[in-house]
């Protein structure tokens, strides 16, 4: 399965940004991870093929997760961003037991 992540950028404070992961296969769930140098790849948001979802915790209220399913793509919407949201953002989905990760998109907020 390839995953093709899209739209990080360079934002300030209290910006919005729009992430996009396009998925060579439909899997499920389909979630968005951050990381930052030193510390561990942490979720952000996923959602389930039946529309459920999950949030961290720092997230909530600012974020949302969405997906077409038909296009195997999903998305974050990013919005009150703020200078510890800085990270790079990977897409990850399960398909068939296996674990696939996207490239990872560059998020950088700054004060």
């Known amino acids: 399965v390839q995953l093709q992540a899209s739209g990080g950028g360079l934002v300030q404070t209290g910006g919005s940004l729009r992430l996009s992961c396009v998925a060579s296969?439909?899997?499920?769930?389909m979630g968005w991870y951050r990381q930052v140098p030193g510390k561990q790849r942490e979720l952000v948001a996923r959602?389930?093929?039946?529309?459920?979802?999950d949030y961290a915790d720092s997230v909530k209220g600012r974020f949302t997760i969405s997906r077409d399913i038909a296009k195997n793509t999903w998305y974050l919407q990013m919005n009150s961003l703020k200078p510890e949201d800085t990270a790079v953002y990977y897409c990850n989905t399960f398909w068939f037991g296996r674990n696939y990760w996207g490239q990872g998109t560059l998020v950088t907020v700054s004060s």
């Open positions: 296969r439909r899997g499920n769930p």
């Open positions: 959602i389930t093929s039946g529309g459920s979802t």
